[in-house]
């Protein structure tokens, strides 16, 4: 009885200690999830990567319309010359994520000739390995990673994982639907963002 009560007690701290880090985990990742949330380092760069998002159709959906229509601002102001957009094809979509961003943004005045796709990617980590692997075909090597502001930690820790020159350009015109859905997002951020920081993800 003795030893099982000492097995006991053993389990017991190991349990609380993993929790312990766990809670510690979570609270570095929503503070830093936020706190890069509100930063901005748009600067002149080679290009702006556009990070995929959801699409309907032949349309982006608003979440990925904002993150295009960002880019297509800091193209027509000089600030990069180069949009490279990334995503590859949905379950149910037809086009790539990263098609649909090259068409909407050549009907608002981008040059054809200025965007680069990469129409292959399906999570964060790919869309920047793969686009850093366009960009190198073209010469480019300092970015803007355009996304939505909760998902920019995340972005830059794999950018800099991935040993990119890149800096942080979100956009600030997302329209959420109602609070709900804001925490909602920030939360699912805080948890990818914590998977990430244990190679889990």
């Known amino acids: 009885m003795k030893v099982l009560r000492t097995a006991v007690r053993v389990l017991a701290r190991i349990v609380?200690?993993?929790?312990?880090?766990?809670?510690?985990?979570?609270?570095y990742a929503a503070m830093t999830v936020f706190l890069f949330s509100i930063k901005d380092e748009t600067r002149s760069a080679d290009a702006a990567i556009v990070l995929g998002a959801a699409v309907w159709g032949e349309r982006p959906s608003p979440v990925f319309r904002e993150r295009i229509n960002h880019a297509i601002q800091l193209y027509h102001d000089g600030t990069v010359p180069t949009l490279i957009f990334t995503g590859g094809v949905g379950n149910r979509?037809?086009?790539?994520?990263?098609e649909v961003g090259r068409?909407?943004?050549?009907?608002?005045?981008?040059?054809?000739?200025?965007?680069?796709?990469?129409?292959?990617?399906?999570?964060?980590?790919?869309?920047?390995?793969?686009?850093?692997?366009v960009a190198q075909q073209h010469?480019?090597?300092?970015?803007?990673?355009?996304?939505?502001?909760?998902?920019?930690?995340?972005?830059?820790?794999?950018?800099d994982d991935l040993h990119m020159?890149?800096?942080?350009?979100?956009?600030?015109?997302?329209?959420w639907i109602n609070s709900a859905?804001?925490?909602?997002?920030?939360?699912?951020?805080?948890?990818?963002f914590s998977v990430y920081l244990l190679n889990l993800g």
């Open 16 to 27: 609380t200690g993993i929790l312990a880090l766990a809670v510690l985990l979570g609270w």
């Open 181 to 192: 859905t804001r925490t909602f997002s920030y939360m699912r951020e805080v948890v990818a």
């Open 103 to 133: 068409n909407y943004a050549i009907a608002r005045g981008v040059d054809p000739a200025d965007i680069l796709l990469e129409t292959t990617s399906t999570s964060t980590y790919e869309n920047l390995r793969n686009a850093r692997l």
């Open 139 to 159: 010469g480019l090597e300092t970015f803007l990673i355009v996304s939505t502001p909760n998902h920019m930690r995340r972005a830059l820790a794999v950018a």
């Open 165 to 175: 020159e890149a800096y942080s350009s979100p956009t600030r015109s997302i329209r």
């Open 93 to 98: 979509d037809e086009l790539a994520e990263a």
